[in-house]
C-alpha cells in the first residue's frame, strides 16, 4: 500500500502563517513531480526554525550545526552520489555562520539543492539582524537600524559562475515548486533564495510587501545571460525578481566514487603492494 | 645498546638537500637491516634558517633520539656552530672544505673536485657517509637507480660517478671512524614515519573518506592517504576550513563512508563543535591530531604532548570517547586500525593522539601483518523490519542498528536536537533522560574494549617511569640507563589514555617504589587524569615543552635535579 503523501503529514513548531508551511508544501509538490522515493532523498539542515523543516517531510534527514548544512551535504553526496541531496536552512544560518561553506559549494559546483529560507531576520532567537536585513532596518538588538550593507546571495552567486541561481517566493508556492524540480534536475550547485515573510518578528517585508513588489521573470529573461542575470540579482526595491536567474553549464563536482562507499571494501592486494613500496 | 649506535645529524639552511641525503641514507640503512630512528627539526619557513634530520642507527635496535653526536654533516657554517657542543668524543665532522672544520676533527670535503654541479653534493655527502659507515655500496647504488631512473641513464650514471668518487676519496683519506657493526635484521624491513604508519593502518581498517585542512604535522596523514587514494578507491577532499572537514566526515559517514580526518591543536580548535554533534548524532568519526607546541600557533614545527586535556574536554556536552596515543610505528598502525574499528562499532568520536616528533620519524620496522587485522564491523544497507526501524532504538549496550540511508526502503533520521528513538527532536526531559542514559551506556563497552598500559619490566619495588604516547622509546631507553647505574627502573606506558580502567594500572603504581610521570607539556595531564580517575599521585614529573623531543639523556637528567 502506498501512502496517499509518502512525504507524510507532521505536527510543527512554527508559528501560524509562517512562510515555512508554504515552503514544505513547495517542496513536497516538487519531489511528488519528481517521484523521488523518500528514502534516495537526503535533506541536511543547520539550525533555526527554518532548519527544522526537514523534520517535517518524511525523507532522510541529517539535522545538523548552526552553519554547516553544507559541509555534511557535502560529504553525503560525496559518499553516495545515488542520493538526492537537498540542504535547507535560514538565511542567518546559510549566509552568517555558514558564509564561508556557501563560498566553498559555490567553487566546488557539489550537485546538490540549497534551499535558504530568506526572511531578512533572525527569527528563533527573536528579533536580531541576519546577513540580509537591510541597511538601517531597526531591530531590538540593532536600536540604531542595522549598521552593515546587506548580503546579496544572488550577486555573489552569480558573480562567482554558481550553478544554477534562482529566487523564489514563499506566497507563489506552484512557482516555488517549479523551481525547485528545476533545481534538483540541473547537475551541479543550486541556490533557491526563498523570499519568506517572518510574521513574528519581520514588520516590513510582509506578505504585503512582497505581494506588490514580486514578479516573475518571463521569456525575455535568458538564463544564460550573466550580465542581464547580474542586473536581476540587483534589482530590489519597487520591483523584485523571482525564478531561475542564471544557469551555467559548468560540470559538477567531481570525481566522485563509481559506487557508494558504504558498499566499498578495501583491496588488501592493493595494499599489500603498497606496504612493500616503504622497503 | 646505546653504545654501539651511531648518531648522524645533518644539519644545514631549509632547500639545501639535507632530507634528501638523510633519507637516502636512513632507507639504504634500513634496507641494509640495521635499526634507526630518524629525528627531524626544520623551522616554520620554507628556504633558509637552520635544520637538521638526524638518523640514530644501530645494528640490533634503537629506541629514541640522543643528544650526542658522532658524525655531523654540515651543509652550512651554522651547523658547527650551533652543534659542536654535542660532538661526542669520536666524533667526526663532515664539512665543505670551501667553509673549513673551524679546528674541529674530520674531514674537509672537497665537494667542487668531487661534484660537476652543486646539484651532486647530496651524492658526494652520501658516498663519504657511505665508506664512513662500511656500508655496502650496493645499498646505496640500488637506491640512486630506482629513484633517478625516471630521469634517465644519464642522470643514474652521473649519480653513480660522484658517489663512487666520494667513496675512493673518503677511502684515501684513512679517516679513523668505527664501521657499523654488521646488521642483525634479517628479511624485508620498512622504513616509513609516524604519520605514513598512522595513515596505512587507517587504510586497512577501510578508510574510504578524508576530509581536511592543511595544518602542520597533521597534514602528511592526509598525504599519504591522498598518495594512495586513487588506488585504494578513497574519496579525499581539502576543505573550506577545519570545521568543514570534519561536518564533511560525519555526512560522509552517515551516507556509508569510513572517514577520518586529520589536524593539529589550533585545527582541531575548530573543529570541536564536530567533535560534540559526532558524539549526539553517534556517526562516527576519526581525529587524528599531531600535537605541536601551542597556545595559538606556537611552535609549528616542533613538538609538544599538550594536547590531552583538549582533546579529552573538547565539545560540549557528555558523550563517550577513545582516545589512542601510539608509541612507535607499529602502534601507528595498529591503533590507527583499532581507532577505526572503535569508532565504527561505538559509533562515536575517536582519536589518536600523536606528535610532530612522531609524525616526523622515519624508523624501521617488521612489515606490518595485514592478514592478521580483526574485522572492523560496518553499518547496515538491510534492516529486518523496515517498517520498525529506529536509528536511536534503545539498546542494552547502548548501541543502536546504524542504517545507512538510500539502501532499505526506510529513512534515517539524525538530529543534533536531543531526538526520539527515530530520531525527530524532542522536548520531551524524560525521553532526554532516556536517550542521555542510551548513549552514556555505550562508555561502558569502550572500557571493556579498552587497552591496559604495557608494562616493561616489574612494577614492584622498582622506579616507574609512566608515559604515555610518542615518550616510549626515550622512557625505555632511560629505565636501561637508570638500570645499569643500579637503579631499578620499569616503564608503564599508556597507548590509549582514554578511557582509563583503574584496574589495569592501579596495583602497578601501587607496588612501585616511586612513580614518576614523563610526559612532553608542562602541567603534567595524564599525571591530573589519573590522579582524578584514581587518586593516584605521582611521587616526581619530568616535562619537556621546549619543542624538543625526550631522550634518555634528558629524563636521566632531570630525575638527578629532582633527586639532588
Redesign the interface.
Known sequence: MSAATPYGEFETAWCPGCGNFSIRKAVVAALTELKL????V?F?SG?GQAA?AP?YI????????HG?S???????????P??TVFAESGDGCSYGEGG??F??AIRRNIDLTYIVHDNLIYGLTKGQASPTTPLGQKTKTQPHGAPSQPFNPLAVAVTMGAGFVARGFAGDIEHLAGLIAAAVSHPGFALIDVLQPCVSFNKVNTYAWYKERCYRLGNDHDPADRRAALEKALEWGEKIPIGILWKSDRPPFGP??KA?????????A???D???S?? | MAASSVNIVIGGEAGQGLVTVGEFLARALARAGYALVVTQDYQSRIRGGHNTFAIRVDAKGVLAPTDSIDLLVALSADTLAIHKDRLTPRALVLADAAAGLDGLPGLAIPYKDLCPKPLYENMAALGVLGALLCLDPAWITGLVREKFARKGEDVVAANLAVFAAAMDWTASQQAAFACLAPPTHQGKRLLLHGNEAIALGALAAGINFCSFYPMTPGTSVVQTVIDHADALGVVVEQAEDEIAAVIMALGAAYAGGRALVSTSGGGFALMVEGVSLSGMLETPVVIVVAQRPGPATGLPTRTEQADLDLVLYAGHGEFPRAIFAPGDLSQCFQLAHRAVSTAEQFQSPVFILTDQFLADSFRDTEPFALAELPPVPRPLTAVADVGGYERYAVTPSGVSPRLVPGFAATTVVLDSDEHTPDGHLTEDLGVRVVMQDKRMRKLGGMMQAALPPDLYGEAAGTMLLTCWGSTLGAALEAAQMLRERGEPASVLHFSQVYPLVPDTFVPLLAAARRTVMVEGNFGGQLAKLIRRETGHVFDAHVARYDGLPFTAGFIVDKLLEVAR
Open positions: 522515493p523518500p528514502h534516495k537526503v541536511s539550525i527544522k523534520h518524511r525523507v532522510n534527514v541529517f539535522n545538523g550545526l554547516r553544507l559541509p555534511a551535504a557535502t560529504g553525503i553526496k560525496l559518499a553516495n545515488d542520493l564561508n561553506h563560498l566553498a566522485t566514487p557508494p562507499l558504504a558498499t566499498a571494501e578495501p583491496n588488501m592493493v595494499l599489500r603498497i606496504l612493500e616503504y622497503a
